[in-house]
C-alpha cells in the first residue's frame, strides 16, 4: 500500500509562487514516476509535471518554462515550484506515483490564484 500526503495549497495573488511538496510512505519501489496532475472545475484531469526515479522531467505544455518539478529520493518526497501564477492556474493539484504498473494518488491540494 502507498499513501500519499500533499501540502503547501492555498490563496495566492496573480504573479506569486508557491511550493507544493508531496510525501510518499509505504512500499515506495526504487524506480517510479512521480507527479503532478490538476484538476480545474469543469475540466478534466491533465498533467501537470512527471519527473522519474533517474531525475528525467517532463511538463504539460501550459506549465512550460512556470513550474518546475523536482524530487528527493531519499525522503521520497516529490516538488513543484510554482512561479509567475496566474488566475487559470487555479485548480486542485493532486500528487501522483506510478510504479510496476500501478497509480497511486494523492487527495489533492487546492491552489486558488486570484486576480
Known amino acids: 500500500q502507498v499513501q500519499l500526503v500533499e501540502s503547501g495549497g492555498g490563496l495566492v495573488q496573480a504573479g506569486g509562487s508557491l511550493r507544493l511538496s508531496c510525501a510518499a510512505s509505504?512500499?515506495?519501489?526504487?524506480?517510479?514516476?512521480m507527479g503532478w496532475y490538476r484538476q480545474a472545475p469543469g475540466k478534466q484531469r491533465e498533467l501537470v509535471a512527471i519527473i522519474t526515479s533517474g531525475g528525467r522531467s517532463h511538463s504539460g505544455s501550459s506549465v512550460k518554462g512556470q513550474f518546475t518539478i523536482s524530487r528527493d529520493n531519499t525522503k521520497n518526497t516529490v516538488y513543484l515550484q510554482m512561479n509567475s501564477l496566474r488566475p487559470e492556474d487555479t485548480a486542485v493539484y493532486y500528487c501522483?506515483?506510478?510504479?510496476?504498473?500501478?497509480?497511486?494518488w494523492g487527495q489533492g491540494t487546492q491552489v486558488t490564484v486570484s486576480s
Open positions: 509505504g512500499s515506495i519501489f526504487s524506480i517510479n514516476n
Open positions: 501522483n506515483i506510478f510504479q510496476a504498473g500501478v497509480d497511486y
